[in-house]
């Protein structure tokens, strides 16, 4: 492989291997993922590298499927060799694409089935408000807001500015910046845009919306967890609930609500309708059960 500049992943974020063109191959495999991206995929790679103890190019699909089973007997969880086998994958696959490897063989590869756990991730409308109504601190309150409200990624909460949020007479808008450099503006309800605009006082156009408490930098995801579990024990929700919640919680109330699908999709900022779709099957209105004489 020929010599490419490319800017450096975050430290540790490029497993070792001991051939230098697959280590270039994967740097640009990870180039212009987030942080967190990056680390997983790494450390995925970094297994199956290990593993395998040959150049990428010589690895067969005999050699994955050895490593899938190897991944079995560790009785890892599900969504945890899913994913691993998928950034194997996405690794074969861009390879590929390059022309670096002669062969796609993760292609073959098959992934495990999950058993999808989306209804269970879905609170009811009165748990939100409970949520929202027992949190007395105004910067918490206003952050769970936002965060179901626009239906927003944890991330997309944290990089916002008050320049993101755009006020006037009659509307109010918020621009999110989400997977694959993607910016999606989200209207919001005018009782949030009020609230925000209470908690933004006389702060600058740049400076962050959320703040941490300690240093008044910007809030990272796990403070935003921080907040969500503590609204959720307080509320007497005894599930582990995540900030990804609020964003389930979104998408299922509004379809319930008669939200057009494809509004939803635009909302939560999906590339494909059959995600947004998820939601429709999570939580069914109706089943021919009903139809039966019991």
């Not at 009785?75 to 994913?83: C, I, M, T």
């Not at 500015?161 to 006020?167: L, M």
């Not at 910046?177 to 999606?184: A, D």
Request: aromatic content about 6%; some cysteine; proline content about 6%.
């Amino acid at each position: 492989m020929s010599e490419i500049a490319v800017s450096s992943p975050p430290a540790g974020a490029v497993p070792a291997s001991d051939d230098p063109s697959d280590r270039q191959l994967m740097q640009l495999w990870l180039h212009g993922r987030s942080p967190h991206t990056q680390r997983a995929y790494a450390a995925d790679a970094g297994r199956f590298l290990a593993w395998a103890g040959k150049p990428l190019a010589a690895v067969t699909l005999a050699d994955l499927q050895g490593f899938a089973d190897s991944l079995d007997a560790l009785e890892l969880a599900g969504a945890s060799v899913y994913r691993i086998l998928s950034a194997i994958k996405s690794l074969f696959a861009f390879g590929h694409r390059l022309g670096y490897l002669p062969f796609d063989v993760g292609r073959a590869l098959r992934l495990p089935a999950l058993r999808s756990r989306l209804s269970q991730r879905i609170l009811p409308e009165t748990d939100i408000h409970r949520m929202l109504n027992l949190e007395r601190n105004e910067r918490n309150r206003n952050l769970l807001l936002l965060l179901y409200s626009s239906g927003a990624r944890v991330t997309e909460v944290c990089r916002l500015c008050w320049r993101d949020i755009q006020v006037t007479a009659d509307s109010a808008h918020v621009s999110l910046f989400g997977k694959g450099g993607k910016t999606r503006t989200v209207k919001l309800p005018t009782s949030v845009a009020a609230s925000l605009v209470q908690l933004r006082g006389s702060a600058a156009d740049d400076e962050p919306i959320f703040l941490s408490r300690k240093h008044q930098a910007p809030l990272q995801p796990a403070g935003v967890l921080g907040v969500v579990r503590a609204a959720a024990d307080r509320a007497g929700i005894t599930a582990p609930v995540s900030p990804h919640w609020l964003r389930h919680s979104h998408a299922s109330h509004a379809l319930d609500r008669g939200a057009p699908i494809h509004l939803v999709q635009a909302t939560l900022g999906h590339t494909s309708i059959a995600t947004t779709g998820r939601y429709l099957h999570a939580r069914p209105k109706e089943s021919s059960s009903t139809f039966l004489g019991l």
